[in-house]
């Protein structure tokens, strides 16, 4: 089946991405979430930033790498 991309699409993507994705890459999608910031405070040195996804680098990528990356992870995803 296609999937309709609607306004229940689009709001259920961002509550999950509030739920699961929020706390490293920040409510905004630039990397420094709470997680990030509490990391960088505490003087973590293996700590890795997450990624900005709003980086023309991520922009890039084609939709399989992205979704990839979001269902399996990468790093300490």
């Not at 991405?17 to 929020?22: A, K, L, N, V, Y």
């Not at 709003?54 to 990528?61: E, K, L, T």
Request: hydrophobic residues 30%.
């Amino acid at each position: 089946d296609d999937i309709v991309i609607d306004e229940a699409l689009l709001r259920r993507g961002q509550q999950v991405f509030g739920i699961t994705c929020s706390n490293c890459h920040g409510k905004d999608g630039h990397g420094k979430g709470p997680i990030h910031v509490q990391a960088v405070a505490g003087g973590s040195s293996s700590w890795v930033q997450p990624t900005d996804l709003h980086s023309d680098v991520v922009r890039g990528r084609p939709d399989g790498h992205i979704y990839n990356s979001i269902n399996n992870g990468i790093r300490s995803m």
